[in-house]
């Protein structure tokens, strides 16, 4: 059987993700193999999958790395949300600054096919 690394380096993502589905239903307490599969969930856009793969890493090996790549993940995901779905993004403090606000008008109007009145707003 092929290991998920091998598939990876010969550039089959797919047989990568199997093999590393695989070792998880073999060993569902490897918190490593979880990892790796959360990092392939990662590869193939199954965000959602990526994040209940961590979260059963840590319950079986509480890491405080888990904690971090779970934070990065969700944060990726709400960007992905902002790029193609239009959702407001979060910012730091209250409110967004008048920058913030400038740029977030000029992707809106991208979005609408607006590229003269994102070129302004920006």
């Known amino acids: 059987m092929t290991t998920a690394g091998d598939a990876l380096r010969a550039?089959?993502?797919a047989g990568a993700l199997a093999a590393a589905t695989a070792a998880v239903k073999a060993a569902p307490t490897d918190a490593d193999a979880r990892w790796l599969l959360a990092e392939l969930?990662?590869?193939t856009g199954e965000a959602e999958r990526a994040d209940r793969m961590l979260d059963a890493a840590a319950l079986h090996e509480p890491n405080p790395a888990v904690l971090e790549f779970r934070k990065l993940l969700r944060a990726e995901v709400l960007r992905m949300q902002v790029l193609r779905?239009?959702?407001a993004p979060k910012y730091q403090g209250d409110e967004a600054?008048?920058?913030?606000?400038?740029?977030?008008?000029a992707r809106m109007l991208l979005r609408l096919g607006?590229?003269?009145?994102a070129s302004e707003a920006a």
Do not use: K, S, V, Y
Not at 97 to 105: D, G, I, N, S
């Open 85 to 87: 779905e239009g959702r």
């Open 97 to 105: 600054t008048p920058a913030q606000q400038a740029a977030l008008r």
């Open 41 to 43: 969930l990662l590869l």
């Open 114 to 117: 607006d590229a003269d009145g």
């Open 11 to 13: 550039g089959d993502i």
